[in-house]
T-cell receptor, first 111, second 118 residues
Framework: DQQVKQNSPSLSVQEGRISILNCDYT??????FLWYKKYPAEGPTFLIS?????DKNEDGRFTVFLNKSAKHLSLHIVPSQPGDSAVYFC??????????FGTGTSLTVIP | GAVVSQHPSRVICKSGTSVKIECRSL??????MFWYRQFPKKSLMLMAT?????????EQGVEKDKFLINHASLTLSTLTVTSAHPEDSSFYIC??????????????FGPGTRLLVL
């Protein structure tokens, strides 16, 4: 079964507003979480990550929140820009040897 | 939910030998699978697109004679690293496109295979 789930396959947001992408996981052993951004015909590009010892990590317009008790991860993009339109994957790992990816959420930022 | 598995999860081999990595879709038929290589900054580089029953499409800069891809069935794609060298040491990840959404970028990823070439 999928250990990392992104239940929203798509999301549309107006330019300038906040985009919130969600991710749930089942394995409490995961200790590191990542978000990737993917454009068509390219490989996923690393965006931002968070260790399980933190609950928030911020990098410019991107902030990742981790709620360990709920086994929930979210990525906030503020303000959203048209160039943010892409597919976003969350991933989780422990020991760093295997990655478990969600199935992706396609974000469309409307100008 | 659909799952993609990879085997082996980790492999150590001697320089000059060949290594085969399997990617299987466990409960769906995947007409298209992708092979990625992870680099130190964690981003994944698309190596090739594997289509069942036809030759794989390789990305620019990827040696097709070195990285042999075979997609012999709707549930299995294999990547063979031939005459492996230490610089081939990396993390290789496969993914399968949703079968009902051929134009979609959403994919099921395998857990990856860590290759170490001594």
């Amino acid at each position: 079964d999928q250990q990392v789930k992104q239940n929203s396959p798509s999301l549309s947001v107006q330019e300038g507003r906040i985009s919130i992408l969600n991710c749930d996981y089942t394995n409490s052993m995961f200790d590191y979480f990542l978000w990737y951004k993917k454009y068509p015909a390219e490989g996923p590009t690393f965006l931002i990550s968070i260790s399980s010892i933190k609950d928030k990590n911020e990098d410019g317009r991107f902030t990742v929140f981790l709620n360990k008790s709920a086994k929930h991860l979210s990525l906030h993009i503020v303000p959203s820009q048209p160039g943010d339109s892409a597919v976003y994957f969350c991933a989780a790992t422990f020991t760093g040897n295997q990655f478990y990816f969600g199935t992706g959420t396609s974000l469309t930022v409307i100008p | 939910g659909a799952v993609v598995s990879q085997h082996p999860s980790r492999v150590i081999c001697k320089s000059g030998t060949s290594v085969k990595i399997e990617c299987r879709s466990l409960d769906f038929q995947a007409t298209t699978m992708f092979w990625y290589r992870q680099f130190p900054k964690k981003s994944l580089m698309l190596m090739a697109t594997s289509n069942e029953g036809s030759k794989a499409t390789y990305e620019q800069g990827v040696e097709k004679d070195k990285f042999l891809i075979n997609h012999a069935s709707l549930t299995l794609s294999t990547l063979t690293v031939t005459s492996a060298h230490p610089e081939d040491s990396s993390f290789y990840i496969c993914s399968a496109r949703f079968p009902e959404a051929q134009d979609s970028e959403t994919q099921y990823f395998g857990p990856g295979t860590r290759l170490l070439v001594l």
